[in-house]
Nanobody, 119 residues
Framework: QVHLVESGGGLVQPGGSLRLSCASSEIVFRVYSVGWFRQSPGKQRELVAFQTSGGITDYADSVKGRFTISRNNAENTVSLQMNSLKPEDTAVYYC?????????????WGQGTQVTVSS
């Protein structure tokens, strides 16, 4: 289990943007596959976006065209840029590191950061 720390959550109006960041002092993100999950009350946990160490990237259909996952190797961080936010994007968002065998799987989780989209 690796210690991951998310930041950047908060309250935003529909149509607005937020940028989530994930940092770790224990690993170098560029050699790992990374992913962002989210979970809201009463709903199943959802893989929102992932990126393999080789650059394969994919998104949930519900966020394609609106969210972007990226890495900053110089700062050793992973980010999730979220644009055109909708109320249904409200959830706790989790940063993860893991692997990829045709599908992304998470091995370590952050504590989560709350994103609330509301007017």
């Amino acid at each position: 289990q690796v210690h991951l720390v998310e930041s950047g959550g908060g309250l935003v109006q529909p149509g607005g943007s937020l940028r989530l960041s994930c940092a770790s002092s224990e690993i170098v993100f560029r050699v790992y596959s990374v992913g962002w999950f989210r979970q809201s009350p009463g709903k199943q946990r959802e893989l929102v976006a992932f990126q393999t160490s080789g650059g394969i990237t994919d998104y949930a259909d519900s966020v394609k065209g609106r969210f972007t996952i990226s890495r900053n190797n110089a700062e050793n961080t992973v980010s999730l840029q979220m644009n055109s936010l909708k109320p249904e994007d409200t959830a706790v968002y989790y940063c993860t590191v893991g692997g990829y065998r045709g599908d992304y799987y998470a091995e370590s989780w952050g504590q989560g950061t709350q994103v609330t989209v509301s007017s």
